[in-house]
């Protein structure tokens, strides 16, 4: 196509929106207050895990007296219960403004607190979810995971440091690697992503590509922990441009299914390479250049995967074939990926396509053959 042939128009709102202050580097979660102070905000309620309560604490120290308190309840798929009642425990500490510490759980309970009360969030991520990098949000309710979007959700401040993801166990780590190779793949193909983000996506994919087996080698390297930030803050980026089969199956598995959304991710990831090759070569082959695949990036993914000691099969994740039927319906039905701005989605979500990609994950056999 001839540069003058070009048309393109780009979804409004959270698409393709980004946080408006990124702070990266080791140490820069030292200085919090400012943070909070930079935003005008004079309570800040600190949210986190059950498991990251130390972290939690030492965070809400730094805030010192602007500090509203600490609420360690977030976790995985943000039932909606949970957003609800976090949002009236926010309200009753006079907090007006949020900071998320730790990974997809922290960030996606503040976003569903921030969802109906409009408090800013100041997340400080210590996974490589990405997540912290968009306004969308998927938050489960009566066993099904719905994505939400709000420009009230997308973070006001980011802050990577390197030093709080060096605790991060190296399973967990490898997981959450994946998750953030997800939004590479699962953005570039889409009409909704911005051209300044396609970028990002080839670039997040390579760095995520080479940190992940070197973080496997040396997880207390904090130079390989900055390069997984790095990765993941790009992956992040791309992904404000639209994510759609790759992402209704991986929140189909982990809101009904019960399975840790890195996890969820990784399982199926190969397999939604494959198909996404065949439907989209033009941008995968981009990331397949860049992660040095050659034409082999399902396999490469595959290698991947397996290398970080992931599950390859629905089977080692608990989904039978007796779950298919289930696991189809909801994937092909979830109101937030049948979106009318996808038109023109090269690889859309149907049930032809999500029965595909099911079957070769119960397979579990690598795309493209042995090597």
Not at 67 to 88: F, K
Not at 92 to 118: H, M, R, W
Not at 285 to 295: C, H, K, Q, S, Y
Not at 325 to 333: C, D, F, G, H, K
């Amino acid at each position: 196509m001839s540069r003058s042939a070009r048309t393109f128009s780009q979804p409004g709102g959270v698409f393709n929106a980004t946080p408006p202050r990124v702070v990266f580097g080791r140490g820069s979660a030292a200085d919090l207050r400012a943070e909070v102070e930079n935003l005008g905000a004079e309570r800040a309620l600190v949210v986190t895990t059950s498991g990251r309560v130390a972290l939690g604490d030492r965070i809400a120290a730094g805030i010192g007296d602007r500090c509203a308190g600490l609420l360690p309840e977030a976790i995985s798929q943000v039932p909606i219960e949970l957003a609800r009642r976090g949002r009236d425990k926010a309200a009753s500490a006079g907090a007006d403004c949020l900071v998320a510490v730790g990974g997809g759980a922290a960030t996606g309970l503040c976003k569903g607190i921030a969802y109906e009360s409009q408090l800013p969030i100041i997340a400080v991520p210590t996974t490589y979810s990405g997540s912290e990098m968009t306004g969308f949000c998927g938050m489960t309710i009566d066993g099904v995971k719905h994505m939400h979007e709000s420009i009230a959700m997308r973070p006001s401040t980011v802050v990577y440091d390197a030093e709080l993801s060096r605790s991060l166990p190296v399973a967990a780590s490898a997981a959450s690697a994946m998750n953030a190779l997800a939004h590479c793949i699962d953005a570039i193909y889409l009409p909704t992503i911005s051209p300044l983000l396609v970028p990002a996506a080839v670039e997040g994919a390579q760095v995520v590509a080479d940190a992940l087996p070197r973080l496997l080698a040396t997880p207390d390297d904090l130079g390989v922990r900055s390069d997984m930030l790095y990765g993941a803050y790009l992956g992040g980026a791309a992904l404000t441009g639209g994510f759609a089969i790759q992402h209704a199956i991986a929140h189909m598995l982990g809101g009904s299914f019960g399975i840790e959304h890195g996890v969820a991710h990784a399982v199926v990831l190969p397999y939604v390479t494959a198909h996404l090759v065949e439907a989209a070569p033009e941008p995968l082959g981009r990331i397949a250049e860049a992660v040095g695949a050659g034409d082999d990036l399902a396999g490469f993914v595959w290698d991947l995967v397996s290398s970080s000691g992931l599950p390859l099969r629905l089977a080692d994740v608990g989904v039978g074939p007796a779950d298919t039927e289930r696991a189809v319906e909801i994937s092909t039905t979830a109101d937030d990926h049948d979106d009318p701005r996808l038109a023109g989605n090269p690889a859309p979500v149907t049930e032809a396509a999500v029965r595909s990609i099911l079957a070769a994950a119960a397979a579990g056999a690598r795309p493209g053959g042995t090597r």
